[in-house]
């Protein structure tokens, strides 16, 4: 007989929000223009598809947190560790930035929080 567990509110919140957040980042990877230069790849180009991969994993994230699954909460962690990373690293670069990235790493650091909370990690063992 399998165990049914039960998804934590804030867990369904971060689901549905990851798998919002994957389906705009794909609509954002297709929609940006491809820009050859000599035949190759630019930045443009590869931001592109990584948005795209990106996107996809939030989905993939999103539907494993819903479900509770424990690669789930791996991929979430992985996912909003490596966002944040970026985006402390863009403020490094350039100090300026601060406005536009604060709301986006006090974010991240809330649901890495969230997420390494004991009572909400033990829920995906």
């Known amino acids: 007989m399998t165990e049914h567990k039960e998804t934590p509110a804030g867990v369904a919140i971060l689901a549905v929000l990851s798998m919002i957040v994957g389906i705009f980042g794909i609509f954002a990877g297709v929609t ?6 000599g035949g190759a790849l630019t ?16 989905i ?38 601060i406005r536009m990235y604060l709301l986006p790493i006090l974010i991240r650091v809330v649901i890495l929080a969230y997420l390494r909370h004991r009572t909400i990690r033990t829920r995906f063992r």
């Open 32 to 37: 940006i223009d491809f820009i050859w230069v």
């Open 60 to 97: 993939i994230a999103g539907y494993g947190l819903w479900k509770m699954k424990s690669w789930a909460w791996w991929l979430a962690v992985a996912i909003t560790g490596i966002g944040l990373i970026i985006n402390l690293l863009i403020v490094i670069v350039d100090f300026n930035l």
């Open 43 to 58: 930045l443009v180009s590869s931001f592109q598809l990584g948005t795209i991969f990106i996107g996809l994993f939030q």
